[in-house]
C-alpha cells in the first residue's frame, strides 16, 4: 500500500492564481480529511469527508473548495490564491471503525 | 468552540522521563490524540485515550482526565530521535479526521 499520497510536494504560486492539490489513498477509508500547518502552530482543519459525494466545512474553509467523487480522492482547489494561504498542507484519512489518522507527506505552498 | 493548550517548548535529558501537558476546553467531546512530528514531517499518530486513565504503549503512555479537561502524553527513557513536535488534538465525535489540534509541544532531548 502507498497510503496517502499527496502532489505535488512544492509549489509557488502567484497572487490571484487558481490550483488543485492532489491527495489519493488506497486503503478504502471512508474519512478523508484537508489541514494547513502554518510555522509553529498545529494543524487546522479546513475541509472533510466522511464518503464519497459528501464533504463538510471545517475551522478554516474560505477560500478553498474540495469534492469527493471517489472513495480514494480528495482534490483540494484553491480559487485565487493569497499570501495568507502560503502554509504546508496535509491531508489524513482515517476508516470509519477506527480513529488512527494516516497523514500524507505535506504540500508546501508559497503564494507570492 | 474549542481551545487546547499546550506548552510551546520543553527540554529534557537523554534517558530520563518528561511529561507533557494537554488542557482543552470543547463544546463536545468523544476522545484525545497525540501526535509525533518530526520536523518537515507529517504527523504520526501515537495514542487515543477515550476514557479516563493511564493508556500504555512502550515508552509511551497518555493520561486523561475527562472532568478535569486534561492530557498528558508521557515519555519514558527518552532517545535524542524522540526530539520532535508532540501534538495534542482533540474529537468531538467519532470521525477522527474532524479534529481540532493544539500548537504542539516542541521537545528536545540533549545528550
Known amino acids: 500500500n502507498a497510503g496517502v499520497t499527496q502532489t505535488p510536494k512544492f509549489q509557488v504560486l502567484k497572487t490571484g492564481q487558481s490550483m488543485t492539490l492532489q491527495c489519493a489513498q488506497d486503503m478504502n477509508h471512508e474519512y478523508m480529511s484537508w489541514y494547513r500547518q502554518d510555522p509553529g502552530m498545529g494543524l487546522r482543519l479546513i475541509h472533510y469527508?466522511?464518503?464519497?459525494?459528501?464533504?463538510d466545512q471545517g475551522e478554516v474553509p474560505n477560500g478553498y473548495n474540495v469534492s469527493r467523487s471517489t472513495t480514494e480522492d480528495f482534490p483540494l482547489r484553491l480559487l485565487s490564491a493569497a499570501p495568507s494561504q502560503t502554509s504546508v498542507y496535509f491531508c489524513?484519512?482515517?476508516?470509519?471503525?477506527?480513529?488512527?489518522?494516516?497523514f500524507g507527506p505535506g504540500t508546501r505552498l508559497t503564494v507570492t | 468552540g474549542q481551545n487546547i493548550d499546550q506548552p510551546t517548548e520543553m527540554t529534557a535529558t537523554e534517558g530520563a522521563i518528561v511529561q507533557i501537558n494537554c488542557t482543552y476546553q470543547t463544546s463536545g467531546f468523544n476522545g484525545l490524540f497525540w501526535y509525533q512530528q518530526h520536523a518537515g514531517e507529517a504527523p504520526t499518530f501515537l495514542s487515543y485515550n477515550v476514557l479516563d486513565g493511564l493508556e500504555e504503549k512502550g515508552r509511551f503512555s497518555s493520561f486523561l482526565s475527562r472532568s478535569k479537561g486534561y492530557s498528558y502524553l508521557l515519555l519514558k527513557e527518552l532517545q535524542m530521535k524522540d526530539s520532535a513536535s508532540y501534538l495534542c488534538a482533540v474529537s468531538r465525535n467519532t470521525n477522527a479526521g474532524k479534529s481540532t489540534f493544539g500548537d504542539g509541544t516542541t521537545l528536545t532531548v540533549k545528550p
Open positions: 469527508s466522511v464518503g464519497a459525494g459528501i464533504t
Open positions: 489524513a484519512s482515517s476508516p470509519r471503525t477506527g480513529y488512527e489518522q494516516y
